[in-house]
């Protein structure tokens, strides 16, 4: 279990989020992703997110499999799949090995200007502290085709209570239930 108070960051954008550290040990970041692919498949959205870009993949269905092999997982839909490096890696050497390997995992938040939630994530970052992916979790806001919702649904935050639970030992907040609406940040 991790702190239960969030880390609070100002983004580049302007945007404030609310950040929760997870470790990084292999066991966790497997179960992170085994989790977040095998039960919340088909309402998230995934890829890396970084400035200048902003890969919102949906799943095709759920995974085919999911494995491990030389540190990295991968996790496989059957006519595509991706690798995401979780553990030890030795077949690179040992310096390459620390750069691939996560080095940073977190469950946040991003705040709008009126103080409540707008979306909800996991991210992980390797070694150089470059993002790996991110997953975009349900939003109350928007459908699983991300069309804007006429009014909040926030039983679209099961996945982020589940993961919240699982991996914070943290029971749902209220504060995640007082937005009104999704808006793009700046």
């Known amino acids: 279990m991790t702190t239960t108070e969030p880390t609070v960051i100002e983004t580049p954008g302007g945007g404030t989020q609310h950040v929760w550290p997870l470790p990084v040990d292999e066991a966790t970041l497997l179960d992170l992703v085994t989790t977040v692919f095998t039960d919340h498949w088909q309402h998230i959205h995934f890829g890396p997110i970084i400035e ?88 109350p806001f928007l459908t699983d085709r991300q069309d804007i919702l006429d009014a909040p649904d926030f039983t679209r935050l099961a996945a982020w209570d589940a993961l919240r ?14 937005g009104k609406g999704f808006r793009h940040s700046s």
């Open 165 to 178: 639970d699982r991996f914070l030992g943290l029971s749902p907040d209220p504060l995640d239930r007082t």
């Open 52 to 139: 200048g870009a902003a890969w919102e993949v949906g799943a095709p269905g759920a995974p085919t499999a999911i494995t491990m092999n030389d540190g990295y997982a991968t996790v496989d839909f059957g006519a595509w799949h991706f690798h995401l490096c979780v553990g030890e890696h030795t077949a690179s050497g040992p310096e390459l090995g620390r750069i691939r390997r996560c080095s940073r995992a977190e469950l946040y938040r991003s705040i709008g200007s009126d103080g409540a939630p707008v979306s909800w994530g996991a991210r992980l970052f390797n070694g150089r502290d470059e993002q790996m992916m991110t997953v975009l979790l349900p939003n």
